[in-house]
T-cell receptor, first 115, second 110 residues
């Protein structure tokens, strides 16, 4: 399967702990996005990378959140000092180089539960 | 701030019937996307609409875009159970961020 891969698929953590998620985009996709989805809602944009450069960040991305994409390949999203409100599905997507109309392909997501 | 509104949010329809899902957005955009999401699964891209008057069809689904009205529609023809899912529209305002609607949860019943 050459789709977008996310790990882990599920994560349960205690409030106050740090967690890190990984996303491996489709090969040769230079654009990578992180979204957060809560139950019954549409995905909310968090951040966007083009190659290794983080070009867009949402106001939702508080200082407890940090994302990286070293070498423009895989990406990590870290949440420090987790709160119960961070419980959500974290989705990664990637899209190929090209015009602005290229579609984004989503991974299966990482479901985070903060207890 | 770009707002994307879908209606209805919930839709129960009988197999064989036709129906339309509406997606309105608040600011100018010439890129609109439709995605499907099955329960517990990720999002599957259905359509990319890039210009005013664009119409795309795949099987029993047809999507259209009217950028002047800031409206997209997803029309379902002769619904079948396999179409039961949540459908999202998403709009790009500036940059590359997709702004999603809340989704339309569709249930097709016998």
């Amino acid at each position: 399967d050459t789709g977008v891969s996310q790990n882990p698929r599920h994560k349960i953590t205690k409030r106050g702990q740090n967690v890190t998620f990984r996303c491996d985009p489709i090969s040769e996709h230079n654009r990578l996005y992180w979204y957060r989805q809560t139950l019954g809602q549409g995905p909310e944009f968090l951040t966007y990378f083009q190659n290794e450069a983080q070009l867009e960040k949402s106001r939702l991305l508080s200082d407890r959140f940090s994302a990286e994409r070293p070498k423009g390949s895989f990406s990590t999203l870290e949440i420090q000092r987790t709160e119960q409100g961070d419980s959500a599905m974290y989705l990664c997507a990637s899209s190929p180089p090209g015009g602005l109309g290229t579609e984004a392909f989503f991974g299966q997501g990482t479901r985070l539960t903060v207890v | 701030e770009l707002k994307v509104e879908q209606n209805p949010l919930f839709l129960s329809m009988q197999e064989g019937k036709n129906y339309t899902i509406y997606c309105n957005y608040s600011t100018t955009s010439d890129r609109l996307y439709w995605y499907r999401q099955d329960p517990g699964k990720s999002l599957e891209s259905l359509f990319v609409l890039l210009s005013n008057g664009a119409v795309k069809q795949e099987g029993r689904l047809m999507a259209s875009l009217d950028t002047k009205a800031r409206l997209s529609t997803l029309h379902i023809t002769a619904a079948v159970h396999d179409l039961s899912a949540t459908y999202f529209c998403a709009v790009v305002n500036s940059g590359y961020a997709l702004n999603f609607g809340k989704g339309t949860s569709l249930l097709v019943t016998p």
